[in-house]
């Protein structure tokens, strides 16, 4: 599984670090925060799905504690993963080779960004597929779908809560990509998993991307070129 | 592989399952209390050893702490019981001379870990109603018993 930005450096740190006997942040003897090591040493990281699994199952038992209702408990897990976007957004884009470190100016664009790097950095491979919404009501919906998405892997919803969708995470993770590039969006999770194409992928879940009004709009102005 | 039973810490019943046709079916009860007697045999054949073990402090040379019923044969079919470090037991019915038994334990102890314990709507203790371990190990054991 591809490297998560979940930092393991923290622990290193704190065990280098001395008790000193003044409250506050403790730094470690060399004088080496976090923000010393080098970006790209994480690079090809990567983290045991086991450990992600649990960790992630506890994510979702403590937010079902404190909520009353499936859309809250989705939208608890939307909120955990929106940092977490906005913070890899500006990390890939570093990573990037030099001559095609681009800055995505178009929906087009970013949304390739999201199927083909991000999803590539967290899965180790790139999204199932991207649409755009054929409704003529809403134009600005764009749909990007994962037959099998990895955070769902162990996890078996019991049937009084079949809407819930788990991935919901993964949806903050890339409503904070969005936001984070200028482009706010709600993102969500829709299980498809019944179906007749869903029968293969019984897991299959579909990400919603809803742009607002105004960057519909900015698009609108923008060159077709 | 005939059947398979899960017995938690307590004693009580969190998962039976029958893979073969034909077996004699039982009601739930009866299952019930097919556990639990299990689970107080398993604990009295712990007791029981006509030997005292000499009191050693090394604990390379110490010998393992004895365990309860480990295997049962009849003709008709063999009973397996794995007890894992938590106190949770496995019961695999096979027929007689299915070989590899220890590695079928293996795997669907492996498969318990995977979608039971990472699910985070599993209670612990409770019984198992986990759609993607029904899954994988009917998927599993059909296979198995089809070959």
Redesign the interface.
């Known amino acids: 599984m591809a490297s998560q930005p979940i930092k393991p450096s923290l622990a290193g740190n704190a065990s280098q670090s001395q008790r000193t006997s003044q409250l506050g942040l403790r730094y470690p003897s060399n004088g080496k925060t976090i923000y010393h090591r080098p970006l790209n040493r994480s690079r090809t990281q990567e983290l045991s799905q ?1 450990s992600f ?2 960790l ?6 403590y937010a ?1 504690k404190r909520v009353t209702g499936i859309q809250d408990l989705e939208k608890r897990l939307n909120v955990q993963g929106h940092p977490i976007g906005l913070k890899l957004f500006d990390l890939l884009l570093y990573r990037e080779p030099p001559r095609t470190q681009t800055r995505p100016l178009n929906i087009i664009a970013l949304l390739q960004f999201i199927t083909t790097i991000l999803w590539r950095h967290l899965f180790s491979r790139p999204a199932d597929a991207l649409e755009k919404s054929s409704n003529p009501d809403t134009p600005d919906e764009y749909m990007i779908s994962d037959n099998d998405p990895l955070v769902n ?6 049937k009084e ?1 079949n809407q819930l969708n788990c991935a919901a995470f993964v949806a903050g993770i890339v409503e904070g990509v969005c936001d984070g590039a200028g482009f706010p969006a709600r993102v969500t999770a829709h299980s498809v998993g019944k179906g007749e194409e869903g029968e293969l992928w019984p897991g299959k879940t579909v990400f919603l991307v809803k742009f607002q009004q105004e960057v519909v709009e900015r698009e609108a102005y923008l060159p077709k070129n | 592989v005939y059947a398979l039973i899960i017995i938690n810490k307590a004693g009580g019943l969190i998962y039976q399952r029958d893979f073969a046709d034909g077996l004699n079916k039982l009601n739930i009860n009866d299952y019930l209390v097919l556990a639990g007697t299990f689970h107080g045999v398993h604990a009295i054949t712990t007791r029981l050893h006509p030997l005292h073990p000499p009191p050693s402090l090394d604990p390379s040379t110490r010998p393992d702490p004895p365990s309860g019923i480990e295997v049962l044969e009849t003709e008709n079919f063999r009973l397996q019981c794995f007890s894992t470090l938590t106190g949770t037991k496995f019961l695999l019915f096979t027929e007689p001379q299915q070989p590899n038994v220890d590695k079928i334990m293996g795997k669907i102890y492996e498969l318990y870990g995977d979608y039971v314990m990472k699910n985070p709507f599993y209670q612990l203790e409770m019984p198992v109603r986990c759609e993607g371990w029904e899954r994988r190990l009917v998927g599993y054991l059909r296979v198995l018993n089809s070959r």
Do not use: L, N
């Open positions: 086991a699994a649990y992630f199952g506890e994510m979702v038992s079902q892997q162990y996890i078996s919803v019991p809560m």
